[in-house]
């Protein structure tokens, strides 16, 4: 209920809000220029953006980090964990040194 009264309260003031933009507008060219119609709806603008974002702020989440599996990517070098994501992920992988051959014939350790 309090959101739904929120939301129809920034609707009004949006509303009410361009309506008095367009007339002071006019008013600030015809006074002043385009810098002071700039100035005019920059500030409108920012109540009106004001007014509507009070309602629709969401709090950030701050939650437990990182998957749930432990680890970030890739495992440690010579873990059981590493042998097996190396093994599975390259074909040409020598679990005796540790290194794949790549496409272009490279040795690469891997990581």
């Known amino acids: 209920m309090f959101k739904k ?10 509303i009410a809000t361009t309506a008095s933009l367009a007339v002071s507008t006019t008013e600030a060219e015809a006074a002043g220029g ?3 119609a700039f100035a005019v709806g920059a500030i409108t603008g920012l109540a009106v953006g004001a007014i509507a974002a009070n309602g629709n702020y969401h709090r950030p989440y701050y939650g437990p980090r990182g998957p749930a599996h432990g680890y970030y990517g890739r495992p440690a070098p010579w873990t059981p964990a590493w042998y097996r994501y190396c093994s599975n992920r390259y074909r040409s992988f020598d679990p005796h040194t540790g290194y794949f051959v790549t496409y ?8």
């Open 104 to 111: 272009g014939g490279h040795h690469r350790f891997c990581r």
């Open 5 to 14: 009264t929120i939301a129809a309260f920034a609707m009004i003031a949006t």
């Open 34 to 36: 385009r810098h002071a």
